[in-house]
């Protein structure tokens, strides 16, 4: 019997038994087509999980390959601390973390504490900062903020303002009637990724990634909109929804194929937007997305949303197309099964990547900054290895994950998180923290970048014990970590005392 993981977004709405049946981001695939499609009439670009008509990009649009600094800005390699130092957890700066304490190279990040870890790291704990909510799916600030006002996407649709650790009654957006927010077992569809355009404070842009409601096959296509806030800092003009990119997901009425959607989108170190799609559901990609560069699902794309002319958006150079002509414009990074979650390290601007596995292994993967083109594996590989019954595979060209670990129980998924890059505790700078949201585990390990390997990770669940579900690990405007939770909480990591 075909086993049922990973459905993280509908897990409140059924009972402990179907919790531990169908925990979190399911094995599942589909999105077919050669980038057929065509302007939709909304000033977005159609794509049936492949290349969008007429999205080429300007030569130079975004910068090439290294854009966003070398891979030594935010420090020299081998700064901040041996590895595994700040304490005998394990916790702290490793080999290439670090840099001044100025901030970072990611737009937005100008309040992160780039110096290398230092001292001994303390017992942590989870600190509530705002309960209640509906689902929560992330968190987000705009560029350069305040940490007590941020931003709740909730997974029906709703972002929320919080402000000193309240919800205002006003919602800044409501999306509910667009987006389709599945219940079914296995049905991992929603309001899924928010990003702010590093020039919010000038131009008000910002971005939205969901699951389309009003598809007519009832498939939920992903949909990538931009919106612009209104005169009331708190208030998103609702009028100036712009689509950017519909990516067509797989005709078929089968619950089997309303998972792995991926989720996150994030503005990179060269200011493109970086978009996470999963291969579009079922089990062991059944239509072969993963390794097929002529469609969209199962990739990292990388455009420039904002519009140019005619265009919806524009995909810069760097991309794979650079090297691999036949690929589809938007594509950064391929075989990836469901990015479901990725983040920058503000600091470096090192991609790290959370790929939820099917049967076998979750994985983590970090990519060096400016080192796109990267093919993941699957479905050739899972985890390190191949992907299971096969015991043998052609690994040829295949980037390894830095790091997986066994399902040792249907319900694992792997949660991607962020790097620490606060003032509050000096020994985890550099450390990068990622969940497993059904196992309710937290970990943190550290990169080295010299050596391309990460630190034994260390369990973090018995000091954060009080945060379950974990769907997102965000970082504030001033680098200090949060962990959000599906149960309706966002936390904040800090010092236990």
Known sequence: MLRVKRAYFHVLLLSPIAIIAAAMGCSNNGGTGNGTGGAPGVGGTTSSGGAAAGTGGTTGTGGGTGTG??????????????TGTGGTTGTGGGTGTGGTSGGGVVPGTSGYNCAPAEGTAPALQASPVVTGLSQPMLVAFEPNSAANRFFVLEREGAIKVIVDGAALPTLFLDLTDKVVAGAANGDERGALGMAFHPDYANNGLFYVHYSDANDPNDNGDSIIEEYKV?????????????LVLKVEQRVNSS????????GAINFGPDSMLY????DGGDSNDPDGNGQNTSVLLAKILRINPVLSGSDAYTSPTGNLKDTVPAAAPEIWDYGLRNPFRFTFDGCIGDLYIGDVGQNSFEEI???????GGK??????TEGLGCRPPATTCDQTGITPPVHDYPQDQESTSVTGGAVYRGTAIPALRGTYFFADYALNDIWSTVYDRAAGTVSTPVSLSQDLN??????????GPDGELYFVSLMGGIYKLEAAP
């Open 230 to 242: 209104s005169t009331d800092p708190n208030v998103a003009d609702d009028a100036s929804a712009r």
């Open 365 to 371: 993967d970090v990519e060096k900054v400016g080192e």
């Open 275 to 278: 978009i996470g799609l999963g």
């Open 375 to 380: 093919n993941y594996g699957w479905n050739i």
């Open 466 to 475: 009080n945060v379950t579900q974990v769907v997102a690990i965000n970082n």
């Open 255 to 262: 619950a089997a194929f309303k998972n792995h959607k991926g």
């Open 69 to 82: 600094g070398a891979t030594s800005t935010g420090g020299a390699t081998g700064t901040g601390g041996g």
